[in-house]
């Protein structure tokens, strides 16, 4: 927007809008793009502001003494205001702390986060610090009011600037399309409008396509040869060895034994039709030890090898690093492609079709004009490129590939080529190497119409992450909010897609076919809404049996076999019957509509409606299966909950397979010829025992290649014996107190694993304002920025200490010195009231020695691994959980770590220990 508009940005004693007070105003003046005036001051709230404000903002009780009352500046704010619009960062924050005091009440509020969001969706994070630095813009002191103010306008010019840069049409499109939506930015795209000039070379909204005929998939998969030649072991070693052709396209290369001994395995897998798990040490490299058998064998049979991965980090680490390393190495070219699951590419057909009618809420309004505006950046559809926030998640997946009963056919010809879904798919086809990760693997494998092209040939990385990846890619999770949007989009008479069927047969149809039509859709539409209600009345219920069998105060509320017999359960399958009969009165008439439409002439538009009208009608008959599964008859392999949330009554139910070995053996085990999977951590203290137990593998053969480290030269594990049990009292204040003098004696390189959220949370309140005092920064997950942002924080502050849990365990690398130490706050069992742990505890006799210590054994090797990433690598793993010297199971936890000296004293010494075993460390390595 031109003209005059104020940015500006409060500081306050805490988040409360209500209570809370200002303590800092700053605010300047923007005119036709330029900043020409400011205004600022402190407020003296009139009592001590707490020590956590004056850690976050800087500003201390003594700055405050002499400033003036909110009361006396209040004039001076509302008169440098005006009534020009405003600008602040989360506006609906600062905006409302202002009008609780009579301010603001006529001026228009915009929010840079929403501007930002909007014209930028793909940046990976919309806080002020992190946009600052993502887009290069000036900003002195954060959490300053002036200057975070001054940030807002600067970052608000630079996105009028983009915004500018769009195309007229598109602009137009944005206005059009946000008619009759309450959405303050309707007014900036109008500004805009006013003056786009019009450009005749705007360019199409569209997916980036090279051709239509890249949409073309192939006629039918290739075959796969029956006669599968062997590749000679020793080929391994000309790519791997020590003069190999790596050796000879890497500078520096570094040949490691390990390597090329895990690479023959794999070769003889292929070889043979083995299936084989094998953990290999760190820093063997092991994905060169699989990728190259695995190129070797696809090259050599004009064959596909799929690699399954658990995390996009690895994924990216195959395509952009290990695989064109090959690739420059190998005489013969080969292919590679990732696919992913349907659900992140993006549908253009549904698109189209929602682009085409208003928007039925400001979420849905906000997804499409993201993606209308990324689009213009022609992306490649993939959903992975987006910031997509809340609600508008569920918006994309309305809009996803996934869902679809989708035939390259039809789309060739109205789509022009530019399905993302079905590009991937023909590189798929193509590619020699064939990246997935693996909820797509076993989603894949378990459908019979399949995603991914034929295949023989896995090898599965990152396999201890397997039997969570599958459990959390089949949660299923139903609520009354997405059932009853759901129906709501079915609509009626004139909304939804009901509504637009009937106007499509009123232009297209004779009368007698279109009336036949309207007297039902009259009726169903009012059994959609008697449905609605229903649900409605069905989650209360559900809610009711949570408090009337005294379980109000659990999140997560398990339905055992046992629950389903008492009488309190018994009253919500009786409700869960009367609504069962109304999925099945909408699914007929689901049916009867799709036998009309059926009977009609072909259109493009009639089968857009007759596939949006199946996929709800298919949405509607997997959840009915699945709620008659948790109320009445459940699946063996299944666990089934209740998500309840006693602060805001939301309620759910949830539902997910314990038993995921059955799955893979069926189908990927017994189907496919050679399977390979691979780690850093798959043995416990019984070995394979476990992770060949869980994943049903225990047919496989099972190597383990050992690490390339010197583990005694570079760990050492100290057990501070004098603090209490992480239950027990004043365990909490031990805890600070060895992290504080660790990161003091360090000035920083610590990293902290936490088993909860809560407990990193009270951690990093508690000693982020002591380790300030001393220069050190706090870093912690509890912040919401991205694991990927805060490492980056991390590794570029001089003294840091982070604070992680859940995928910090296994998901960090942070080689050299940035690294130091690690802080293990205890042994990471899981929490034994976890649906999914408790449902697969029940299946041992002996639950804890078989299966809840080993699997917080793989648990803690993976903790332990992030502390040595390469050779050079030097440092100190502190456990603070006595019970691994005071319990008869801790012994399995030290045993499963590599050989390295292991020490126990009380915590005062463990700053002292940690810098002489870092000091000799230095000695030897200069000697
Ligand atoms: S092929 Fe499927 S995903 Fe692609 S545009 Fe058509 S319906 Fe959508």
Redesign the pocket.
């Known amino acids: 927007m031109r003209g005059e508009l104020v940015a500006f940005d409060l500081e306050t004693t805490g988040l409360d809008v209500e209570t809370d007070s200002i303590i800092e105003i700053g605010a300047v003046r923007i005119v036709d793009g330029v900043i020409t005036d400011e205004y600022s001051t402190l407020v003296n709230p009139g009592f001590a502001i707490p020590q956590e404000t004056t850690y976050i903002t800087g500003i201390e009780q003594k700055d405050l003494r002499g400033a003036p009352t909110l009361a006396t500046i209040l004039p001076d704010i509302a008169h440098f205001i005006g009534d020009a619009p405003v600008i602040a960062h989360n506006a609906i924050f600062d905006v409302s702390f202002l009008k609780r005091f009579g301010l603001l009440s006529g001026n228009l509020a915009i929010d840079t986060i929403e501007v930002t969001s909007i014209i930028n969706p793909t940046l990976p994070s919309y806080s002020l610090g992190s946009l600052v630095e993502q887009l290069n813009i000036e900003l002195e002191n954060a959490h300053r009011a002036l200057d975070d103010a001054r940030a807002t306008a600067r970052l608000y010019i630079k996105m009028w600037e983009t915004a500018k840069t769009l195309p007229k049409s598109l602009v137009q499109e944005i206005v059009r399309y946000s008619q009759g939506v309450d959405w303050p930015l309707r007014i900036f795209f109008e500004s805009l409008l006013e003056i786009a000039s019009d450009d005749a070379d705007t360019p199409q909204v569209t997916i980036d396509a090279d051709a239509k005929e890249a949409f073309d998939l192939p006629e039918a998969t290739p075959t796969l040869p029956v006669d599968l030649a062997a590749i000679d072991l020793a080929e391994i070693n000309s790519v791997l060895g020590p003069d190999g052709q790596l050796a000879q396209s890497i500078a520096n290369y570094e040949h490691r034994e390990q390597q090329v001994a895990m690479a023959e395995t794999v070769g003889r897998a292929f070889n043979e039709q083995q299936q084989v798990i094998i953990e290999a040490g760190t820093g063997i490299g092991k994905s060169l030890a699989y990728l190259t058998p695995a190129v070797l064998w696809a090259t050599k049979n004009q064959s596909r090898v799929v690699v399954s991965t658990n995390t996009i980090t690895l994924q990216d680490q195959l395509i952009e690093h290990d695989i064109p390393l090959l690739q420059d190495a190998l005489d013969e070219p080969f292919t590679p492609a990732v696919m992913k699951g349907r659900a992140n590419?993006l549908?253009?057909?549904?698109l189209e079709t929602m682009r085409r009618r208003q928007p039925t809420s400001i979420d849905e309004l906000r997804t499409v004009i993201k993606l209308l505006i990324w689009l213009n950046g022609r992306p490649n559809g993939d959903r992975g490129e987006l910031n997509l926030r809340g609600n508008e998640n569920y918006i994309w997946s309305r809009l996803s590939?996934q869902d679809?009963d989708?035939?390259?056919q039809?789309?060739t010809v109205?789509?022009r080529g530019t399905?993302p879904?079905?590009q991937a798919k023909v590189a798929a086809e193509k590619a020699r190497i064939l990246i997935v990760n693996h909820a797509l693997l076993v989603a894949d494998a378990k459908n019979e119409s399949h995603t991914l092209p034929a295949y023989e040939h896995i090898i599965i990385d990152e396999a201890h992450q397997l039997e969570g990846a599958i459990t959390s890619g089949s949660m299923v999770r139903i609520d009354e909010i997405r059932l009853t949007q759901r129906l709501a989009e079915l609509g009626g008479m004139n909304k939804g897609l009901l509504g637009d069927i009937l106007r499509y047969m009123r232009e297209h149809t004779s009368d007698k076919e279109r009336s036949r039509l309207e007297i039902f859709v009259q009726d169903v539409e009012l059994a959609i809404r008697a449905m609605q209600q229903q649900v409605t009345r069905y989650f209360e219920s559900l809610a009711n049996y949570v408090q009337d069998t005294g379980q109000q105060n659990k999140s997560q509320i398990r339905v055992t076999p046992a629950q389903r017999k008492v009488a309190e359960f018994q009253l919500l399958q009786a409700k869960w019957q009367q609504l069962a009969e109304f999925f099945d009165v909408i699914a007929d008439a689901m049916k009867h509509i799709l036998g009309i439409l059926g009977s009609l002439n072909e259109s493009v538009l009639l089968n857009e409606y007759v596939?949006s009208l199946a996929a709800t009608s298919r949405f509607l008959s997997d959840r009915r299966q699945q709620l008659d599964e948790f109320a009445l008859q459940p699946n063996d392999a299944w666990a089934y909950w209740i998500h309840y949330r006693g602060d805001t009554g939301y309620v759910a139910i949830q539902m997910a397979p314990h038993n995921v070995g059955r799955y893979l053996e069926d189908d990927l085990w017994n189907k496919k010829k050679t399977v390979v999977l691979t780690s850093a951590t798959l043995k416990t203290g019984n070995g394979f025992d476990y992770m060949s137990e869980r994943l049903h593998a225990n047919h496989m053969l099972m190597e383990s290649t050992g690490s390339v480290f010197d583990y005694k030269k570079s760990a050492l594990v100290y057990v501070p014996t004098d603090i209490p049990e992480p239950n027990q009292p004043h365990y909490q204040k031990a805890l600070e107190r060895g992290i504080i003098s660790l990161a003091a004696a360090l000035q920083g390189r610590v990293m902290v694993l936490f088993t909860s959220y809560n407990q990193l949370r009270e951690t990093a309140a508690s000693i982020a304002p002591r380790l300030a005092l001393g220069g050190i920064v706090v870093y912690d997950q509890a912040t919401g920025n991205s694991q990927e942002s805060l490492l980056d924080r991390f590794k570029s502050s001089e003294k840091a200490v982070l604070l992680g849990t859940r995928s910090y365990w296994d998901g960090v690398d942070i080689p050299g010195d940035d690294l130091s130490a690690l802080i293990i706050t205890r042994l990471p069992f899981a929490v034994p009231t976890d649906p999914i742990f408790a449902a697969r505890s029940d299946t041992y006799s002996d639950a804890f020695n078989n299966f809840a210590v080993p699997n917080a054994v793989l648990r803690f090797r993976q903790g332990f691994g992030r502390l040595i990433r390469t050779r050079d690598d030097r440092g100190i793993v502190a456990i603070f959980d006595s019970r691994i010297i005071h319990k008869k199971y801790g012994r399995q936890f030290l045993e499963a770590l590599p050989d390295c000296r292991v020490e126990q004293g009380p915590l005062d010494n463990l700053a002292s220990i940690t810098q002489k075993w870092l000091d000799e460390s230095l000695d030897t390595s200069d000697s």
């Open positions: 590419y549908c253009p057909r549904r590939a679809e989708c035939t390259s039809r789309c109205t789509m399905c879904y079905h596939t």
